[in-house]
């Protein structure tokens, strides 16, 4: 391509994108398709033969049937286990957000809160209460139906387009809601409502680190093991 046709093209894909249309680049198997479909270059030696390969990358491998989810290292480093070890959530909300995790797909999961309470052999109004909680964190969302959504910013099953769909979905959900409950707000007072709305996380206040440490007897296995 000619350093003109090069400019060319590059400022259509400016106007493209600037008219809001998408833009979208080549992938690197189109790439070689279109190299191979043209002729070697007459200089030099004549080519006998050219060869391309293709080598994919390994699949990931997961324990189970279903797969694994994209979670965020710092929601389950810097929140889940500060707030489990610090007793800032009890065993009930972090089993049944643990559960939904593992359950949703694309970051919804449609289940009844008595299942729930079965599989984890739990009270169902320990369960109910545990969505409350997790719910007002942001780290869950109950919606009609028995629909319950993850919150696709620390799990997500599916890849980035499709979690970008359902981010930008539930956005609009969000000033949705705002406005129809609100019709009296301005636009910029909705914007500014919507950024504490879910999907958008902020991580809970946990409980300050305990002072007194638990007294072990002769049989310490907590020294022993370190």
């Known amino acids: 391509m000619a350093p003109a046709e090069a400019r060319g093209s590059t400022s259509k894909g400016r106007r493209s ?5 998408a833009v979208t680049s080549p ?12 002729k070697p270059p007459r200089p030099g030696r ?9 080598r994919y990358r390994a699949p990931h491998d997961a324990f ?22 610090r007793h ?7 089993a049944v957000l643990v559960f939904c995790m593992g359950r949703q797909r694309e970051g919804r999961l449609r289940i009844t809160h008595v299942k729930i309470a079965r599989h984890l052999g739990i009270e169902r109004a320990n369960v109910t209460r ?20 993850v919150n696709p910013l620390i799990c997500f ?11 930008q979905q539930l956005r609009a959900d969000a000033k949705a809601l ?33 002072t007194r440490q638990l007294e072990f007897g002769d049989n310490d296995v907590e020294g022993q093991a370190c």
């Open 27 to 38: 992938s690197l198997a189109d790439s070689f398709a279109k190299a191979l479909e043209e």
């Open 64 to 85: 189970g049937r279903n797969g694994y989810s994209q979670v965020s290292n710092d929601f389950l480093s810097e929140v889940l286990a500060v707030l489990i070890a």
């Open 178 to 210: 705002l406005r129809r409950h609100f019709p009296e707000m301005r636009e910029d007072e909705v914007r500014e409502a919507a950024n504490e709305s879910f999907p958008e996380f902020q991580p809970p206040a946990a409980p300050k680190p305990r």
């Open 130 to 149: 545990a969505l409350g909680s997790l719910e007002g964190w942001h780290m869950i969302q109950r919606q009609v139906n028995s629909l319950i959504v």
């Open 157 to 167: 099953k599916g890849n980035g387009d499709l979690q970008e769909e359902v981010l």
């Open 88 to 94: 800032g959530m009890s065993p009930a909300q972090s």
């Open 46 to 54: 004549p080519v006998h033969s050219a060869n391309v390969e293709y």
């Open 17 to 21: 994108a600037n008219r809001g249309e």
